[in-house]
């Protein structure tokens, strides 16, 4: 079968379909759901061939691009549908994950499958292998390069070592200074494209680009960003956002602008245009934002193309920690923030966009996420270190002492991924897995790209589940191989863990059961998810191909 297959064709053997033309056909498979359009392909031979077609999944396919990169990397407008297939095609393979989940596809439906299929891992609140990658230091930031699959870590004597995503193996260090003052720690690092931000513990921020033939190093540096608190009162930057070449960098206050494309020939980058936030009202009422300079140059940075929407910006604790917020994050593509305070509730704000007139962002009157406690000690304790939406269906909430998923949409609890490796410093999200560090010298990486994969040495199994995934027989292996390529068509509806769909009210005791079973007495749940140093993570297997007649 032909996965390019053109539009034309006969409807010979479509059953209760004789004579529709194609293209009305064609028409009426566009407007189904993902799930429908899977089983569609699994009908006859007929139906595979023109549920093949390309344009069919684009419209599925763009919105999840959308989702998971928060509409900050839209596609260039007017383009045709076949280059937009193109494009879109070339930047999954490349630019989404740091994982090469998407490198063997050759099809959106290919790709359409495999993000599917992550969705269910994600949303199972299961992941499908861990590994722990020994830091010597405490970490106290990462970053994800997705262009080059490296995970970013720096630590708190300044040395910014870079790990191979796929392989979890070490692939260099190095140690960025500012002029005149040394290494410093690094607060927060931000891979997007060919550039990376650092900001550090003494109120500079260090600009590297790509370079090759660099050493141990991918990046060489090539400016510095000093900020206006960081040059009156020497304060850090809150937080850094990357929106294509536009560093966005969170101050006390304010939110400053800096162009990254235009610092050829310069040492040092100047404020282009500087945007004031607040948080306004008894505690979440509304966000107002309003510009320094006129408004063009606000939506040329916030407004997507062709959309009434803003991009918002990720502010960090010394934006609002004052005013009781802890963190803000974008959730999915329509400009919409996440709020989580300080008592681990979490609060979704729409954004009301009016023309002519400053972006608003209203909350909604329930929290999305309750608090966890509402005693002072707890709220301590359990007090969120960072939050991420991954898109719009699973909400990443980080506490020093674990890693709870909740529903997107309702908040409805998915998991919790169980963390030993003392605290949680910083944390990181890729598409296909989320790694964290610690002040335990470890990074924590929990991967959830589907397929078998079996723990080696280096690794430990993150959950019962993940360690089920080890023992099975080849019988069962082959079998579950036969279920996963009916799966991929017909799609069930329960959660779905690496041995398959959880069913039932039971999926705690199977849970509990497989615990019991596998892990030998006497050992603790730290043991369970220890790993040594210097192993490897498997590749996922590539699961993009299409089910036979």
């Known amino acids: 079968m032909d996965p390019e297959a053109d539009d034309s064709g006969d409807l010979d053997g479509l059953d209760g379909l004789p004579g529709l033309p194609s293209e009305m056909l064609l028409l009426i498979l ?26 069919i999944h684009l419209p599925h396919v763009l919105r999840a691009y959308a989702e998971l990169t928060h509409g900050t990397r839209p596609l260039p407008p007017g383009l045709d549908r076949p280059e937009a297939v193109k ?11 740091a994982l090469p989940v998407f490198a063997e596809c050759s099809t959106l439906r290919d790709i359409a499958v495999r993000l599917r299929r992550l969705d269910r891992s994600w949303l199972s609140g ?3 292998n861990f590994a722990s990658l020994y830091h010597e230091r405490p970490v106290t930031a990462v970053a994800v390069d997705t262009k080059a699959g490296l995970i970013v870590a720096g630590d708190d004597r300044g040395a910014i070592t870079f790990w191979d995503a796929p392989t979890g193996t070490y692939r260099g260090r190095e140690h960025f200074s500012l002029d005149g003052l040394g290494c410093s720690a690094p607060l927060h690092i931000v891979v997007e494209g060919d550039l990376m931000v650092i900001a550090t513990t003494f109120g500079g921020i260090i600009v590297a680009a790509r370079a090759e033939n660099t050493g141990s190093s991918p990046f060489l540096k090539v400016a510095e960003i000093w900020t206006r608190s960081a040059e009156d009162v020497g304060e850090s930057a809150a937080s850094i956002r990357m929106e294509g070449h536009i560093c966005i960098v969170g101050e ?34 509304r966000i107002a934002s309003h510009a320094s300079q006129d408004g063009p140059f606000r939506q040329h940075l916030w407004e997507l193309p062709e959309e009434s929407h803003y991009s918002i ?10 005013m009781g917020c802890s963190r803000l994050c974008p959730i999915g593509c329509d400009g919409g923030i996440l709020v989580s305070w300080t008592d681990s509730s979490v609060y979704k704000l729409s954004s009301n966009m009016a023309p002519d007139n400053d972006p608003v962002w209203e909350p909604q009157p329930e929290p999305l996420i309750t608090a966890f406690s509402n005693d002072l000690p707890s709220r301590l304790y359990n007090r969120p270190v960072g939050i991420h939406a991954r898109g719009e269906q699973v909400v990443c909430l980080f506490q020093q ?13 998915i998991g919790a991924l169980p963390f030993s490796y003392g605290a949680i ?31 080696i040495r280096g690794q430990g199994p993150s959950s019962p589940i993940a360690t089920a995934a080890a023992v099975r027989s080849p019988s069962m292996q082959v ?19 690496p041995l398959g769909p959880l069913v039932g009210s039971s999926e705690l005791e199977l849970e509990l059961r497989m615990a019991k079973n596998i892990i030998p007495r006497g050992r603790s749940s730290a043991v369970a998810l220890r790993s040594s140093p210097g192993g490897k993570v498997p590749r996922p297997l590539p699961e993009c191909s299409s089910l036979e007649s």
């Not at 999200?429 to 990486?445: E, H, M, N, S």
């Open 30 to 55: 566009e407007q189904l759901d993902l799930d429908s359009l899977l089983r569609c392909h699994n009908v006859c031979r007929s139906w595979r061939r023109f549920t093949a077609v390309e344009s």
């Open 425 to 455: 410093t910083c944390m990181a999200v890729d598409p296909a897995f989320i790694v964290v560090g610690t002040d335990y010298d470890v990074l924590c990486v929990y991967y959830f790209a589907p397929g078998h994969q079996t723990p």
């Open 252 to 285: 006390t206050g304010a939110v400053s602008f800096w162009d990254l494309s235009r610092f050829a020939g310069r040492r040092f980058i100047h404020m282009d245009r500087l945007l004031f936030v607040g948080l306004t009202g008894s505690r979440i009422q």
């Open 401 to 413: 002492n674990g890693i709870n998923l909740f529903s997107g949409r309702d908040g409805v609890p």
């Open 126 to 128: 299961t992941n499908t």
């Open 479 to 497: 079998k579950s191989a036969y279920k996963r390529k009916f799966w991929e068509a017909m799609g069930p509806d329960p959660p779905e863990g």
């Open 313 to 322: 910006l990720v502010v960090g604790p010394g934006a609002g920690a004052a």
């Open 87 to 97: 494009q879109l095609k070339q930047r999954f393979r490349t630019s989404v994950s």
